[in-house]
């Protein structure tokens, strides 16, 4: 259980209320390995950890400045080309030619840190740490429970015992279960990939398009009819199958 007081990874609070370890479990669920290293939020806010490539990773101050560096020269860049298309001087276009190999220069230099140019400070650089924290758990727990529960039906269907009325009743409880699986791998993984809508590229904060708020409430309204519509076909169905009962055929 995280613990409430907690706010940033270095504030001398502990970071859990109490705890349950599985050694060597979130590297084996990240890198296939045991012995694999996850980064936490000390290692991506300091740096200092070997990234798998060999190289040593940066600090998030570092990012950013270099991003900023980024977001400048791509600037610089796209203003340089404007003139040159009206260029005529062959002495100017010389000198303009030299200033556009200095912004690509710098360009190819810290490119991959062009997403950090618009974080305004290290937090934006965290998702949601309890939010993540909870709906990741609930993910796998109820996976892992998901999988004992197959295989018990599988067993138990072989040896022709399934119409036991304690595991009907498990079934129908266990089919919102799903939805709350599936709604917090969900979670996991838009929230957790917060502030990115591509990775060390392109936070959300810098992708959100152009669109009138109407555009997005046609569409919003339009599949709110559509699935409202899917949903009663369903529950239609899904009563009329109730109804019906199953077919146990008849017994010698």
């Known amino acids: 259980v ?32 045991a012995d694999g290293f996850v980064p ?3 290692e991506l806010i300091e740096g200092g950890y070997t990234l ?11 990012k950013i400045a270099r991003g900023r560096s980024a977001v400048e020269a791509m600037a610089g860049y796209r203003a340089v080309l404007q003139e040159m298309k009206s260029c005529e001087d062959s002495s100017e276009m010389s000198s303009l ?10 360009l190819d230099r810290n490119m991959s840190y062009f997403g950090y140019g618009y974080i305004d400070d290290v937090r934006e650089l965290l ?12 993910m ?29 009743w498990v079934a129908i409880i266990s089919v919102p279960l799903v939805y709350l699986c599936s709604q917090a791998g969900w979670i996991v993984a838009e929230a957790g990939r917060q502030p990115w809508a591509i990775q060390d590229l392109m936070p959300v904060k810098a992708a959100v398009s152009a669109l009138p708020v109407s555009s997005v409430q046609v569409t919003f309204f339009l599949f709110l009819a559509l699935f409202t519509i899917l949903l ?8 009329k199958a109730i109804k019906k009962g199953p077919d146990l055929g008849k017994e010698e």
């Open 97 to 106: 030619q030299l200033q556009l190999d200095k912004y690509d220069e710098i």
């Open 140 to 168: 796998v727990i109820l996976g892992a429970y998901f999988i004992l529960f197959f295989v018990v039906v599988l067993l138990l269907a072989y040896r022709d015992r399934y119409r036991m009325k304690w595991l009907q």
């Open 232 to 239: 009663a076909a369903e529950i239609g169905i899904m009563l």
């Open 2 to 33: 995280l613990n409430p007081d907690k706010e940033w990874y270095d504030d001398g609070e502990e970071d859990f209320l109490f705890d349950i370890k599985i050694p060597g479990g979130l590297s084996l669920l990240a890198t296939r390995d």
């Open 40 to 42: 936490g939020v000390r």
């Open 52 to 62: 798998p490539d060999g190289d040593m990773a940066i600090s998030a101050d570092e």
């Open 127 to 138: 998702p949601d740490v309890p939010l993540n924290f909870y709906a990741f758990r609930v």
